[in-house]
């Protein structure tokens, strides 16, 4: 399973499969009545657990609840990241932990290695094998080596001298699709993946808009240039997605084009976003955005690809991003945000309007917003200031700035970075796919 969101589980009108695929609907209804005689010898008499489990959902459409059939059907089933995998047990599909617990196990996600270091990043990757020979190619937990490495002065300036023309070759690419001028001394602050609220694209362009209303303010006193880059595709009918990224574009034109702004801050929204473009972001990102509300990303491979690549993390207790703060150390990597348990509790009493009143740069965030500034968007401003907002984006938003000005602190020391960035590296050994297809092997 590679979701939290229920909305994610497919679900088919019986009617229409009845229509397309009759013989095979019979077959589904034997299967869930044989299925619904063992959960009720399981639980005699317990008709509401029948309900929640049974393949078809009854109502005034009924459906064919897809991922019950894959469970049903299924010898063992696995989330992506240790996190979710516990989420799945205790909340999604509960009831079929407690009747097949023994079905259900994790499987963290990884990347390979070969497309995603040794192709895409030529420069880093031949320092790599310079310095520790070539076996992390196909055993990545080699990589472990650099360690003895982090603390290298000389070899501190050829990992920068790697990350710089890196740095270079995204900037080209900026300039090319965007027309925007990316300085490759400034910090490269990266958010590419899916337009989607729980992603919290949304809570990254507030953080932008803040770094601007400072700017204005002429609160610029040690201030890190920053150059911020999102890229991603939003599904069709995803109206809300598609405004977070008008938003964003709008806060880039004005960003871009106000001359008190200068080189401090530059923002994109690049294109056509795909697998070509990330093989040119994701070797030049120092700081790599994985914001999602704690409970609702799977797992995510971006950041891993990131974290291979020598980027900083900055991001929640969420997905992988556990696993990977634990291999990288919690002083190389910048934590933020409400915990899955903190969210659960906070849930009907949260007051966003209230932290917004309370928090005086996320008061003129809002007032920027509201006054048109970058145009009108009350869909968005509502669903900030809304008490049932899932994502909480209002109350992350204090802490998600605390963890930015320890990042843009960081970065101003050269040799502290690059440090952190060999040490980010040097753990990822555990995010390669040939792990994960090995832990399937052993176990599955």
Same mark, same amino acid.
């Given at each position: 399973?590679h979701t939290?969101?229920?909305?994610?589980?497919?679900?088919?009108?019986?009617?229409?499969?009845?229509?397309l695929?009759?013989?095979?609907?019979?077959?589904i209804?034997e299967i +869930?009545?044989?299925?619904?005689?063992?959960?009720a010898?399981r639980w005699p008499g317990d008709?509401t657990r029948?309900?929640?489990? *049974?393949?078809?959902?009854?109502?005034? %459409?009924?459906?064919?609840?897809m991922?019950?059939?894959? =469970? =049903? #059907?299924?010898?063992?089933?696995?989330g992506?990241?240790?996190l979710h995998s516990?989420?799945l047990?205790?909340?999604?599909?509960?009831d079929?932990?407690?009747?097949?617990?023994?079905? !259900?196990?994790?499987? &963290?996600?990884?990347?390979?290695?070969?497309?995603w270091l040794?192709?895409c990043n030529?420069?880093?990757?031949e320092l790599i094998?310079?310095?520790?020979?070539?076996?992390?190619?196909?055993?990545?937990?080699?990589l472990k080596?650099l360690?003895a490495?982090?603390?290298?002065k000389?070899?501190?300036?050829?990992w920068?001298a790697?990350?710089l023309?890196n740095?270079?070759r995204l900037?080209?690419?900026v300039?090319d699709?965007?027309?925007?001028? !990316? +300085?490759?001394?400034?910090?490269?602050?990266i958010?590419v993946?899916?337009?989607?609220?729980?992603?919290?694209?949304?809570? +990254?362009?507030?953080?932008v808009i803040h770094l601007y209303d400072r =700017?204005?303010?002429?609160?610029?006193?040690?201030?890190t240039?920053r150059?911020?880059? !999102? #890229?991603?595709?939003?599904?069709?009918g995803?109206?809300?997605?598609k405004?977070?990224?008008?938003?964003?574009? +709008?806060?880039?034109s004005?960003?871009?084009n106000d001359?008190?702004v200068?080189?401090?801050l530059?923002?994109?929204f690049?294109?056509?976003?795909?697998?070509?473009a990330?093989?040119v972001i994701?070797p030049?990102?120092?700081?790599?955005e994985?914001?999602s509300?704690?409970g609702?990303?799977? *797992?995510g &491979?971006?950041n891993?690809?990131?974290?291979m690549?020598g980027?900083m993390?900055i991001g929640t207790?969420?997905?992988?991003?556990?696993? =990977?703060?634990d291999e990288?150390?919690?002083?190389n !990597?910048?934590?933020?945000g409400? /915990?899955?348990?903190e969210i659960?509790?906070l849930?009907?009493?949260?007051d966003?309007?209230?932290i917004?009143e309370?928090?005086?740069?996320?008061?003129r965030v809002m007032?920027l917003?509201e006054?048109?500034?970058f145009?009108r968007?009350?869909?968005?401003?509502?669903?900030i200031r809304?008490p049932?907002?899932?994502?909480?984006t209002?109350a992350?938003?204090h802490?998600f700035?605390?963890a930015? %000005?320890?990042?843009?602190?960081?970065?101003?020391?050269?040799?502290?970075?690059?440090?952190?960035?060999?040490?980010?590296?040097a753990?990822s050994?555990?995010? *390669? /796919?040939?792990? &994960?297809i090995?832990?399937?092997?052993?176990?599955i």
């Amino acid at each position: 399973n590679h979701t939290l969101l229920p909305e994610a589980l497919e679900r088919w009108p019986v009617n229409m499969f009845g229509r397309l695929l009759p013989r095979i609907l019979e077959i589904i209804y034997e299967i +869930n009545a044989r299925f619904l005689r063992e959960v009720a010898r399981r639980w005699p008499g317990d008709k509401t657990r029948l309900a929640r489990m *049974s393949i078809i959902e009854e109502g005034d %459409e009924k459906q064919v609840r897809m991922a019950h059939l894959a =469970i =049903i #059907g299924s010898y063992s089933i696995n989330g992506v990241a240790a996190l979710h995998s516990e989420l799945l047990k205790k909340g999604l599909f509960h009831d079929f932990y407690e009747l097949w617990p023994h079905k !259900f196990n994790n499987k &963290t996600n990884g990347v390979t290695q070969r497309r995603w270091l040794a192709w895409c990043n030529p420069d880093l990757s031949e320092l790599i094998t310079d310095t520790i020979g070539d076996k992390w190619v196909t055993q990545l937990t080699e990589l472990k080596k650099l360690e003895a490495y982090a603390h290298d002065k000389a070899f501190q300036k050829k990992w920068h001298a790697a990350k710089l023309a890196n740095k270079q070759r995204l900037a080209k690419l900026v300039n090319d699709s965007c027309g925007v001028e !990316f +300085n490759p001394e400034a910090m490269f602050d990266i958010q590419v993946k899916r337009i989607h609220e729980y992603k919290r694209q949304l809570l +990254n362009i507030l953080h932008v808009i803040h770094l601007y209303d400072r =700017i204005k303010r002429g609160d610029t006193k040690n201030m890190t240039p920053r150059c911020v880059l !999102f #890229g991603g595709k939003a599904a069709p009918g995803y109206v809300m997605a598609k405004r977070i990224i008008k938003l964003i574009n +709008n806060v880039a034109s004005t960003v871009n084009n106000d001359p008190d702004v200068g080189d401090l801050l530059k923002v994109v929204f690049l294109p056509n976003y795909q697998v070509s473009a990330m093989e040119v972001i994701c070797p030049a990102a120092d700081l790599s955005e994985q914001i999602s509300t704690a409970g609702k990303e799977a *797992s995510g &491979t971006g950041n891993m690809k990131f974290m291979m690549n020598g980027a900083m993390t900055i991001g929640t207790l969420d997905g992988a991003n556990i696993e =990977i703060r634990d291999e990288a150390g919690a002083e190389n !990597f910048f934590l933020f945000g409400l /915990t899955v348990e903190e969210i659960r509790e906070l849930r009907g009493k949260y007051d966003p309007n209230a932290i917004i009143e309370g928090d005086a740069d996320l008061s003129r965030v809002m007032q920027l917003l509201e006054s048109g500034h970058f145009n009108r968007f009350d869909p968005l401003i509502r669903s900030i200031r809304e008490p049932a907002d899932p994502w909480m984006t209002a109350a992350d938003f204090h802490s998600f700035v605390d963890a930015q %000005e320890r990042a843009a602190e960081a970065y101003t020391d050269d040799g502290h970075w690059a440090r952190m960035s060999i040490l980010n590296t040097a753990s990822s050994g555990r995010f *390669s /796919t040939d792990r &994960t297809i090995r832990d399937y092997d052993a176990d599955i």
